[in-house]
């Protein structure tokens, strides 16, 4: 790798970075293991599964959302045995849901900037330790002022944000449903799923009322899991694998917290963060130039509302999209393949599994039943979090 010396300090020029080697844990609502111990059997996978050993990993990134979910202060920490982060560098991000596709941009920067050459990308979450329920450790995140005096929860803001987009775009239910119909069968074909099945646009359409018009199935569910990947210089690529899947672009941005301030309708978050890895990876038209997607989808209505902010989907249009069968796995752009969200499971960070872990599993034609039927250069996916406020986006490509 080249360097620039100026006035005696020492610069690494940017380096290309390659994903080879992805694991993840089942996903379940309740798992035996810690999270130690669940990083540990994600990272044990993606090692494997690169050809590599603890020994070969020169930094570590672990993703993680709230400490209360795990019941540890600074978990990070914690976490750091069982991630293989003992007498390395190590580090933790997160940005709530929008984690499980941020840590890996943050281990792409590490290996980008010559730091590593090697870094192991590990996000963990384990939310069923929280009682009554994993709702409880998001009690405190309002304003004390403004909002909390409401005794609001994420499902009723989202609700509100569900039922903007259907107003301003004239989207029905029954095609916003189609999303959970969708993702929970392709999920079958997934070993790690937690809530895969067959099910119709009326068995949505029926399922309990959450808060309106949010109903049972048109929500993920809560979740235990772990996922890791291990990213790595061109060099260190070439002697692993002849068919690395380099990372080519990167992009995050955060809205303001005054989810009151906004127009619901679009994810402005999630678009400026789009631009910023298009531009990186020279995609002008991602609508034409994106293979396969995976875009963030903890409720049915948030993969369209995903789709829009990307740019895979004009405004309102994503709905039309996935009701002509465009979104499904055999359609010109298969679109959470994995089963996402809504049919794997939900483990905020760790969802890294079914977005980026994905993403590079379909672009090295590792998926299994889950490879999309057409040729798949180049991919994207996405995370978001929050109050509907983050966006992160990493698209991959399988061409140099």
Known sequence: MEVERISGLKFHKKQDVAIVGAGMTTFKRRLNETGRELSYLAVKQALEEAGLTIDDIEMVVMGSAPDAFDGFHMKGEYLLDGSGGSNRPYMRVFVGGGTGVFAPIAGYWHVASGLADVCLVVCEEKMSSVHPHPQSAFKYIWDPILDRPLNPNLIWIFALEMRRYMHVHNIKHEDIALVSVKNKANALDHPCAQVAEKITVEDVLNSEPMALPVRRLDVSPPSDGAAALIMVAPHIARQLTDNPVWVTGVGWALDTTWWTNRDLYFPR??????????????????????????????????????????????KGEAPILTREGVTQRDGDLPTCPSGGLLGVGNPIAATMGVKACEIYWQLAYRAGKRQVAKEVTTGVCQAWGDLMQVGTVMVMSNKR
Do not use: W
Request: no cysteine.
């Open 269 to 314: 978050y999630v678009a400026e963060a789009a631009k910023m890895a298009y531009r990186m990876a020279h995609i002008t038209d991602p609508r034409k130039e994106i293979d396969v997607a995976e875009p963030y989808d903890p409720f049915d209505y948030k993969e369209l509302h995903h789709m829009e902010g990307l740019g895979l989907a004009k």
